[in-house]
């Protein structure tokens, strides 16, 4: 383990992954409320929304108009997650600032999530990536399933980091990691950022946990320790994976912040901001959020 880190950042992701598994679809302007509180929050990475099917998923079907109505300013970067070319060709004409790309590491899965294998997707992803930094605009690739799938169960080791090799070529900018059904302990994470750290090289890693078995804040904690650069987290625990049966709820922003803070590890995120919007987020969604902090509040207050 490699120790606290001095800062970490935070790829607020509950505009995107947050509500694309909601049963409340909020209207473009709510959404872009909600991307503001977060941005006045200390937010400056955030996926902002993705570029798929809004047939397969109608949360997600004003992409356009969301982009459209972002606040710009200074130091925020707004990702928009991208499937496949007809995906890419929207994000670029949208004014994305990244594009964020996933390649799934079960056979299964990647078929049901992607339409295309995991063969396809490789192929895809690399031509995208190449695609995007001709754009100017910054790719990422993502590790889907990458500590477990919902339908064929265990993702060794080395088939994540043979994923990770094939993708490298391209040049993404960064390599995340997600726990998309939330089964992982922070042994699997220690030993999986490892791993993929000697592949990976230079380039950066991000880990993207579930909190769905209740072990998405200690994930977190191990990954910071292995030497990861950046969290994904949403705001209130909000989220989850619609093709994969069960998989709800990403780690809480605000939890994972009081943390780090606690820990003295810096994400320029403010917290009283954060449970505040924690809150307004509940009302919009008509449901209680699984965040602790915005329940029991900082310390000290």
């Known amino acids: 383990m490699n120790g606290v880190?001095?800062?970490?950042?935070?790829?607020?992701?509950?505009?995107?992954?947050?509500?694309?598994?909601?049963?409340?679809?909020?209207?473009?302007?709510?959404?872009?409320?909600?991307?503001?509180?977060?941005v006045d929050a200390g937010a400056r990475r955030l996926e902002a929304t993705s570029f798929v099917n809004p047939k397969r998923v109608p949360q997600m079907a004003d992409a356009e108009q969301v982009m459209a109505a972002v606040p710009r300013r200074d130091g925020v970067t707004y990702v928009g997650l991208v499937l496949n070319e007809r995906g890419l060709?929207?994000?670029?004409?949208?004014?994305v600032d990244e594009?964020?790309?996933?390649?799934?590491?079960?056979?299964?899965?990647?078929?049901?999530?992607?339409?295309?294998?995991?063969?396809?997707?490789?192929?895809?992803?690399?031509?995208?990536?190449?695609?995007?930094?001709?754009?100017?605009?910054?790719?990422?690739?993502?590790?889907?399933?990458?500590?477990?799938c919902p339908f064929s169960g265990e993702?060794?080791?080395?088939?994540?980091?043979?994923?990770?090799?094939?993708?490298?070529?391209?040049?993404?900018?960064?390599?995340?990691?997600?726990?998309?059904?939330?089964v992982a302990a922070p042994t699997?994470?220690?030993?999986r950022v490892g791993a993929v750290a000697e592949v990976a090289g230079s380039t950066p890693l991000r880990c993207h946990f579930h909190n769905t078995r209740n072990t998405g804040i200690a994930n977190a904690y191990a990954a910071v320790l292995a030497g990861v650069s950046a969290l994904d987290t949403s705001l209130g625990g909000v989220g989850g994976c619609p093709f994969?049966?069960?998989?709800?709820?990403?780690v809480p922003t605000e939890d994972v912040a009081y943390m780090l803070d606690r820990m003295g590890t810096a994400t320029?995120?403010?917290?009283?901001?954060?449970?505040?919007?924690?809150t307004w987020l509940e009302s919009r969604l008509g449901r209680t959020l699984p965040g602790m902090l915005a329940k029991a509040g900082p310390f000290p207050r």
């Open 89 to 95: 060709d929207r994000a670029l004409a949208a004014g």
């Open 5 to 38: 880190r001095e800062r970490v950042e935070i790829v607020e992701v509950s505009p995107r992954d947050g509500l694309q598994n909601e049963q409340t679809t909020l209207d473009t302007a709510t959404k872009v409320e909600l991307i503001t509180r977060l």
């Open 155 to 182: 993702v060794p080791v080395d088939r994540v980091t043979d994923l990770v090799r094939r993708v490298l070529p391209s040049g993404p900018v960064e390599i995340a990691l997600a726990d998309t059904i939330g």
């Open 268 to 278: 320029g995120l403010a917290l009283d901001a954060l449970i505040d919007s924690a």
């Open 99 to 148: 594009v964020n790309f996933v390649v799934v590491a079960s056979e299964e899965f990647s078929r049901r999530n992607q339409g295309v294998g995991i063969a396809e997707t490789v192929v895809s992803v690399d031509r995208m990536v190449r695609r995007a930094h001709s754009a100017g605009v910054s790719p990422t690739v993502t590790v889907g399933a990458a500590f477990g």
């Open 244 to 250: 994969a049966p069960r998989a709800t709820g990403n």
């Open 188 to 191: 699997d994470v220690t030993r």
